[in-house]
C-alpha cells in the first residue's frame, strides 16, 4: 500500500525555553491533540531556514502560533506567507492557527497589526456569525462557545473575499474562511489549561499577564473540547485516509 502523504506541522518559531523544557514544543502539542506521536506528522522549521514541502509533499499544512509578531514581517515569515497563499491559489488544504492565522491573513491581502486594547491571555468566549452557523466546519457548535486564546496581534481586516465566521467582542475577526480548503483560527485548538496557564502567566518573555491566583485558575479550568473538536474536524475533512482514521470519531461539538 502507498502510505498517505504526512500532515505537515509549519512551526513558526520554538516556546521560551522554560515552557518548552516543561511542556514541549508547538509541534508536540499538536501532535498530542490529534492523537498521533510526532514521529507520525511531518514538522517544517522555516525560522530555522529549513526548506517549506512542495505541495504534492503532504496531505495539508497547519501552521502553529508563534512568540514572533506578523507585523514585523521577517524574512522567514515572509516566504512563508508566500507559500501560503500558492497553496490556498492550488486548493491545497491549509489550516492556520494564532500566527498561522494573522499570517495567512496577511498572505493574502488583509491588514494585521497589534489588539487594540492589549493582549487576549486565557480563556474567552467566542461568537459565531450566521456565515459561521452555517459553514460546514463549524456545523453542530453552539453560537458561544469557549476558547483559549494568547495573542498580542490580530487580523485587522480581513483580505477580499474571505468569509468572516466568528470572534471575540475584542476582536472581531477570530475565525475565518479562503475557500473551501482553507480556514484559519485565532483560538489555540492544541492547548491543555496547563499550556494556557503558562502563556497566560507570561513568565518565560518577562511579561506577566495574569496574577498567581488567575494563572492557576486557568491551569484548574475544564478542557475546552470545541476548539479541539474544530481541528480534528478539519484534519478529519482534509487530511486524507490515515487521518481519517485516527479522527473519526468527532463527537464533542454539540
Known amino acids: 500500500m502507498i502510505p498517505f502523504p504526512p500532515v505537515v506541522i509549519v512551526q513558526m518559531g520554538l516556546p521560551p525555553a522554560p515552557l518548552m523544557q516543561r511542556l514541549g514544543d508547538q509541534a508536540d502539542w499538536f501532535a498530542a491533540a490529534l492523537g498521533r506521536q510526532r514521529s507520525e506528522l511531518r514538522v517544517a522549521q522555516p525560522f530555522l531556514d529549513e526548506p517549506l514541502p512542495r505541495a504534492d509533499d503532504f496531505s495539508l499544512a497547519i501552521v502553529t502560533g508563534s512568540w514572533s509578531m506578523v507585523a514585523d514581517r521577517e524574512p522567514w515569515s515572509e516566504r512563508t506567507a508566500a507559500w501560503l497563499a500558492e497553496l490556498v491559489a492550488q486548493g491545497k488544504p491549509v489550516l492556520g492557527v494564532c500566527y498561522g492565522h494573522q499570517l495567512m491573513a496577511h498572505a493574502l491581502g488583509g491588514r494585521v497589526g497589534d489588539l487594540p486594547g492589549g493582549p487576549e491571555r486565557g480563556v474567552f468566549a467566542l461568537t459565531l456569525t450566521a456565515a459561521g452557523r452555517r459553514d460546514p466546519?463549524?456545523?453542530?457548535?453552539?453560537?458561544?462557545?469557549?476558547?483559549?486564546?494568547?495573542?498580542?496581534?490580530?487580523?485587522?481586516?480581513?483580505?477580499?473575499?474571505?468569509?468572516?465566521?466568528?470572534?471575540?467582542?475584542?476582536?472581531?475577526?477570530?475565525?475565518?474562511?479562503?475557500?473551501?480548503?482553507?480556514?484559519?483560527?485565532?483560538?489555540?485548538?492544541?492547548?491543555?489549561?496547563?499550556?494556557?496557564?503558562?502563556?497566560?502567566?507570561?513568565?518565560?518573555?518577562?511579561?506577566?499577564?495574569?496574577?498567581?491566583?488567575?494563572?492557576?485558575?486557568?491551569?484548574?479550568?475544564?478542557?475546552?473540547?470545541?476548539?479541539?473538536?474544530?481541528?480534528?474536524?478539519?484534519?478529519?475533512?482534509?487530511?486524507?485516509?490515515?487521518?481519517?482514521?485516527?479522527?473519526?470519531?468527532?463527537?464533542?461539538?454539540?
Not at 150 to 159: N, T
Open 137 to 254: 466546519l463549524l456545523q453542530g457548535l453552539p453560537q458561544h462557545f469557549a476558547a483559549y486564546l494568547s495573542h498580542a496581534q490580530a487580523v485587522l481586516e480581513p483580505p477580499a473575499g474571505a468569509q468572516w465566521l466568528g470572534g471575540t467582542g475584542r476582536d472581531a475577526y477570530q475565525l475565518l474562511r479562503y475557500g473551501p480548503n482553507a480556514f484559519s483560527m485565532q483560538p489555540h485548538p492544541e492547548f491543555t489549561p496547563a499550556i494556557m496557564a503558562a502563556c497566560a502567566a507570561g513568565r518565560e518573555n518577562g511579561n506577566a499577564a495574569l496574577d498567581d491566583r488567575s494563572a492557576e485558575q486557568v491551569a484548574q479550568s475544564p478542557w475546552l473540547p470545541q476548539p479541539h473538536a474544530l481541528l480534528r474536524r478539519f484534519v478529519s475533512l482534509h487530511g486524507g485516509r490515515r487521518a481519517a482514521d485516527a479522527v473519526a470519531a468527532v463527537s464533542v461539538l454539540g
